[in-house]
């Protein structure tokens, strides 16, 4: 999107990922709105401190039958994220 002086076509992607021209032109546009620019203010407020955890959340592999086993760790696990401002 930004390598190219007049940016890049959703017709461009369509032919370049080949996948359809619908799906191309969503693309195109959630890409663009997570480009522009935003005058965000810091999460939780200035000053405020803002802790962040994860976890893996899914079956011990040592339960699932043998075929169903993908590996050690997060391996076939959902990521799951939390953010909670620690600041009264």
Not at 8 to 37: D, N, V
Not at 43 to 57: H, I, L, Q, R, S
Request: aromatic share 6%; proline share 2%; glycine share 12%.
């Amino acid at each position: 999107m930004v390598s190219s002086k007049k940016g890049i076509s959703a017709h461009q992607l369509h032919r370049l990922l080949g996948i359809t021209y619908k799906s191309a032109w969503f693309m195109a546009h959630r890409i663009r709105e997570a480009m522009r620019e935003s005058h965000a203010t810091p999460m939780g407020g200035e000053g405020k401190t803002v802790e962040m955890d994860e976890t893996f959340v899914g079956g011990l592999e040592k339960n699932k039958h043998r075929s169903k086993r993908k590996g050690t760790g997060g391996v076939g696990k959902e990521a799951v994220y939390s953010l909670v401002c620690a600041d009264p």
